[in-house]
């Protein structure tokens, strides 16, 4: 019975040796058929579409009617972006200049009221000789005319700057001559930062206003007659500090003094960028006239405006405000 069994079980074992060789074979069978069912698809499928319906043009063959370029469009787009550009460039560029170049913007932009606007004269030797130009003399006579106002009582006006060389020296010379024409005047010359003054047209003159307050000199010592209701008065030798001058408790009597010979008193005074003077004088004058300059920024001159209580004249490339 055990070499039975034993006879079996050795069968087994040629059996399944037998089933795996079969399954192999099968396999094979199954590979060999899928590839040639796959070789004939392909051969059945380039047989359908020997002949194409449709032909795809290559994107390298060049059009039969190819499209021209629109140049007029592109040159019309170009100069409307352009025109556009401009237009903001310019819209843009006058919302942020804060500069003043006309009295019409020194009322919209720094809110001050023009009195005059005079030109910037180049080699000018002396006022008379701005008088003989018919248009130069009436901008000086309407500024003058706007600044007393029909104004009866005797005035004093004081010319001052926002910065040195804006010409306010000049303005307060044809501004005396002005009144002069109606007026017994009184050319006064208090700025003592500057070494070509008024003052330097006398150099002979010593004497002036600084003598005169302290009371070593009389008024015809140190005033000098110009033309027949025009005189000057010098700024004098200082020895000391012009603020001390200025708050002087002699200061008021003094120009009281001068009004009973003189209708209008007409002050010189340092820019205010350089001392206070003007500042100190402001509250003995009647009328303050701010000279600026065209172009300048408007911040530069309006606080000192306030500060000082003075309306605006303006000078073209040199402007002015009282």
Same mark, same amino acid.
């Given at each position: ?19 795996? +060789?079969? +399954?192999?074979? =099968?396999?094979? +069978? ?5 590839? &040639? ?8 499928? #380039?047989?359908? @579409?020997? #002949? ?30 352009? =025109? ?5 460039? $310019? ?11 006309? &009295? ?25 000789? @701005? ?11 309407? =500024?003058?005319?706007? =600044? ?25 010379? /044809? $501004? ?8 017994? +005047?009184? &050319? ?11 003052? #330097? ?7 002036? *206003? ?21 005189? *000057?008065?010098?700024?004098?030798? /200082? ?5 001390? &001058? ?7 009597? /003094? ?9 209008? /008193? ?16 402001? #509250? ?39």
């Amino acid at each position: 019975m055990l070499d039975e069994q034993k006879a079996n079980f050795q069968a087994l074992g040629a059996r399944r040796d037998q089933y795996n +060789t079969m +399954t192999t074979a =099968l396999n094979k +069978t199954e590979e060999l058929y899928k590839s &040639l069912y796959q070789r004939a698809s392909e051969q059945k499928l #380039a047989e359908n @579409i020997s #002949a194409p319906d449709e032909v795809i043009y290559d994107a390298a063959v060049p059009p039969d009617r190819p499209s021209k370029p629109q140049r007029g469009l592109l040159i019309v787009m170009v100069t409307l972006m352009a =025109l556009a550009l401009y237009i903001m460039y $310019l819209i843009v560029g006058t919302a942020m200049d804060k500069t003043v170049n006309s &009295l019409s913007e020194l009322k919209a932009k720094a809110a001050l009221d023009a009195s005059g606007e005079f030109p910037q004269l180049p080699n000018v030797e002396s006022a008379k000789q @701005i008088f003989h130009n018919v248009q130069y003399a009436d901008m000086i006579h309407s =500024l003058r005319l706007a =600044l007393l106002n029909r104004r009866d009582k005797p005035a004093t006006i004081l010319v001052t700057s926002v910065q040195p060389r804006f010409g306010s020296s000049l303005i307060a010379e /044809l $501004l005396a001559s002005s009144a002069s024409k109606a007026r017994k +005047t009184l &050319l006064i010359d208090l700025d003592y930062l500057a070494s070509k003054g008024l003052s #330097a047209k006398y150099p002979q003159q010593k004497l002036g *206003f600084s003598q005169l307050l302290n009371g070593t000199a009389t008024a015809e010592q140190a005033i000098v007659k110009l033309d027949d209701q025009l005189d *000057f008065l010098a700024r004098g030798e /200082l020895n000391d500090s012009s603020l001390l &001058l200025l708050t002087s408790e002699r200061l008021p009597a /003094l120009l009281a003094t001068l009004h009973q010979t003189y209708d209008t /008193l007409v002050i010189d005074t340092p820019a205010l960028s350089l001392a206070q003077d003007s500042l100190l004088l402001a #509250a003995q004058s009647d009328i303050n006239l701010l000279v600026v300059k065209a172009g300048e920024q408007r911040h530069a001159f309006a606080r000192r405006s306030f500060a000082l209580n003075a309306p605006v004249m303006r000078r073209s490339r040199s402007c002015s405000t009282r």
